[in-house]
């Protein structure tokens, strides 16, 4: 990279406009554009089917939908929200970003990204098609367990097909996030030199090439179940639904942490700039990382206590699951000591990152209870697991989102958003987002069991509560969608450094960041 | 170019790894096993194959009731119940019950019970010495049977459970049939 001469500053310019500008496209901000488009789509999408159960839940007794159709949205609005919504939205961040904060100009393998992204869509039209199926889309959870999944219909081909490409994509996009992180940094740039955002990602794309794969596996082998006359999970031929149960979550833990460490990632750029202060512990923060992405691998059957597994199983994960908050805790404390006698501000990517690290230790400290070998028996399959993993995933990792959205929207627009009505969404999504989740808590430790349409009457008022909540939330991102789309269109202008704290290289690029940048790499002090 | 070929190469290597981990999934199935059976837990087997033995003597104290389930598997043409629903024994003693199942289906078919004890505490206290488990079982069309089970309870159970649950499920055993 060193003898980079003018010839390579002749491109394209003739660039295809309308559809086929976006179907053809190889360039990274096009591609993270939408990547973006697409998962605040899925996200609404995803949003509604909650709704669809909130309104269910709202009270005792079935209102709206027959049962059937319920368990159609908690599966849906789990799989869209995971592979549609919450990965993408990343990959997009990381398609954007990436090669901007490491000096590159573009990813390495551009057309390759190209398909990574439009895999997705047919991916999720394979599985929202299923909806309009005679038997309904699946049914049996996101974690597909058999023998219930088994008895899917017509859409389970579809389901397992739809996986297999969301998992093709994701792989993709692992790939070319690893070789342009490896192989396309500025000159000088050190591996400890790069921003916690590409560092995070770097080990993200490892754990997807290391467990996208195995859940590839796993629906393989429920499609030759189901078609073919194996019984890998079969008991009747020798077969063992629990074992599915161990190769899913083989890759459902790191799966959670792919969820995760690009939030982590993203609160790592976002506080330091407006802490106007070094983010505290790089260091620490890279090796917590690292550690958080091993332990992953080694605390799957926390999700499977009661299969009825021996004592020093038991054990094993339960202690392994805690040594989780070790270095989770470090991430916490690093963020609080950046924060710590810096000159604070409170932009929206702020507010959205302050809520984050406050209400992400929420959703890690009921994980912890759930942890408690003993005590999750009472918890599992309640709705205090529902209000852990939302807790984790919509104020950690969506919030995280939205917090890198209204950070970078600037330098992807050039125009500053709506501060008043970002803030405004802020508060909206903050409150609610408690009143959705926060009782369920409570219903959940009382016994209330997760993915039923009906429940028992002493747990009305707090589920009354929580569909209020979750409503005030569903609409409060339409306000999202109109800032992130009045922004687009205009406003008052951004600077190149838009943040008066913001440090890295893709505040040295011009506000909007123009389609090729880093033509000739930076070069890091 | 060189950092074409240096993207190659980390993109095989990437790429290799994906379908070892591909393979590695497929792995878990034997390795989960094979890391039972090294370590001794998991249990996986229910009891362990070594010889049973009926203890000499009777614990005529204790009552420790059994109850006897039977379902069948996903629509298969059988028609299965115990002859009892439950029983009152006491450890250490042995017992016979029937199990009756009758193939409602207009040809032959062969069928396999797969046992389960709850709670899976018990399992390994809940010995049977004889049970048309053990085999596959070959029905005519509409022919209809009592099937045996001998059993006894090893009074080493422990002492809060007083309920344990024997159930069978019956499977058309089509896929193990052509294997």
Redesign the interface.
């Known amino acids: 990279?060193s003898s980079v001469t003018t010839t390579q500053d002749h491109h394209d310019d003739h660039h295809p406009t309308g559809l086929k500008r976006w179907l053809t496209t190889t360039n990274h901000k096009d591609i993270g554009t939408l990547y973006l488009v697409f998962s605040l789509t899925m996200f609404l999408f995803g949003g509604s089917m909650a709704l669809v159960i909130r309104a269910e839940l709202f009270q005792p007794g079935l209102q709206l939908v027959d049962p059937g159709f319920f368990n159609q949205m908690t599966t849906m609005h789990a799989l869209i929200m995971v592979f549609g919504a919450i990965m993408p939205a990343f990959v997009g961040l990381a398609n954007w970003m990436v090669p901007l904060m490491v000096g590159a100009p573009d990813m390495?393998?551009p057309r390759l990204n190209n398909w990574s992204f439009w895999i997705l869509p047919m991916a999720f039209t394979l599985l929202g098609m299923t909806l309009l199926f005679p038997g309904g889309a699946p049914a049996a959870g996101w974690t597909m367990y058999p023998?219930l999944v088994l008895?899917t219909g017509d859409a389970f081909p579809f389901l397992i097909f739809a996986v297999h490409l969301m998992g093709i994509s994701s792989?993709l996009g692992?790939?070319n996030i690893?070789?342009t992180i490896?192989?396309?940094r500025a000159p000088g740039m050190g591996l400890l030199k790069m921003p916690l955002f590409v560092w995070t990602w770097l080990i993200t794309a490892y754990l997807l090439?290391?467990?996208?794969?195995?859940?590839?596996?796993?629906v393989t082998?429920l499609l030759t179940d189901k078609y073919f006359?194996t019984?890998?999970f079969?008991?009747?031929?020798?077969g063992?639904p629990v074992?599915f149960q161990?190769?899913f979550w083989?890759?459902g833990h790191p799966e959670v942490y792919i969820m995760i460490l690009p939030a982590f990632g993203v609160v790592s750029q976002i506080i330091p700039t407006f802490s106007r202060k070094p983010l505290f512990g790089y260091d620490s923060m890279v090796y917590a990382t690292a550690s958080i992405a091993f332990l992953s691998f080694i605390v799957w059957a926390h999700h499977m206590f009661t299969v009825?597994m021996?004592l020093?199983?038991q054990l094993f994960f339960m202690f392994s699951t805690m040594l989780i908050a070790v270095p989770t805790g470090v991430k916490v404390f690093n963020w609080v000591a950046t924060m710590w006698k810096g000159a604070m501000t409170f932009e929206t990517p702020m507010l959205f990152a302050l809520a984050f690290v406050f209400l992400f230790t929420i959703g890690g400290f009921s994980g912890l209870m759930l942890a408690i070998a003993p005590a999750d028996m009472q918890y599992h399959d309640t709705y205090f697991v529902v209000a852990h993993f939302h807790y984790v995933l919509v104020p950690g990792a969506a919030f995280a989102i939205m917090a890198a959205v209204y950070y970078w929207l600037p330098k992807w627009t050039g125009y500053m958003y709506n501060e008043t009505l970002g803030k405004l969404h802020f508060w909206l999504s903050a409150i609610s987002v408690n009143v959705t989740f926060f009782p369920q808590h409570f219903v959940g430790l009382a016994g209330m069991p997760r993915r039923i349409p009906d429940y028992a009457t002493q747990f009305t008022d707090f589920n009354a509560i929580s569909s209020v909540g979750a409503f005030v939330f569903g609409f409060s991102q339409l306000l999202f969608a109109y800032i992130i789309w009045s922004c687009a269109r205009g406003g008052q202008k951004a600077t190149d450094q838009v943040w008066e704290g913001a440090d890295g290289l893709e505040w040295t690029v011009p506000s909007p960041a123009p389609h090729h940048t880093f033509d000739t790499p930076p070069v890091i002090k | 170019m060189k950092d074409g070929q240096g993207n190659r190469l980390l993109v095989g290597k990437l790429v290799l790894l994906t379908l070892g981990m591909f393979a590695f999934g497929y792995a878990l199935v034997p390795l989960y096993d094979v890391f039972c059976e090294v370590t001794g837990i998991g249990d996986r087997t229910g009891t362990p194959t070594a010889a049973t033995y009926l203890p000499t003597e009777a614990d005529l104290d204790r009552v420790v009731e059994i109850e006897f389930v039977a379902s069948v598997n996903q629509g298969a043409p059988w028609e299965f119940r115990p002859a009892v629903s439950r029983m009152q024994v006491h450890p250490g003693k042995l017992y016979q019950t029937t199990f009756f199942a009758r193939n409602t289906a207009s040809d032959e078919l062969v069928g396999q019970a797969v046992p389960s004890v709850a709670p899976g505490q018990a399992n390994r206290y809940f010995q049977k010495t004889e049970c048309f488990c053990f085999t596959e079982q070959r029905f005519e069309a509409g022919e209809g049977r009592d099937m045996p089970v001998v059993f006894f309870i090893d009074p080493e159970l422990p002492d809060h459970l007083e309920t344990v649950t024997l159930s069978y499920t019956f499977f058309a055993q089509d896929r193990v049939a052509a294997r």
Request: no cysteine.
């Open positions: 990279m390495a393998l023998p008895q792989v692992a790939i690893i070789v490896m192989n396309m090439i290391l467990v996208m794969p195995v859940l590839a596996g796993a082998m006359g019984s890998f079969l008991a009747a031929g020798g063992d074992m161990h190769i083989f890759f009825g021996p020093a199983g």
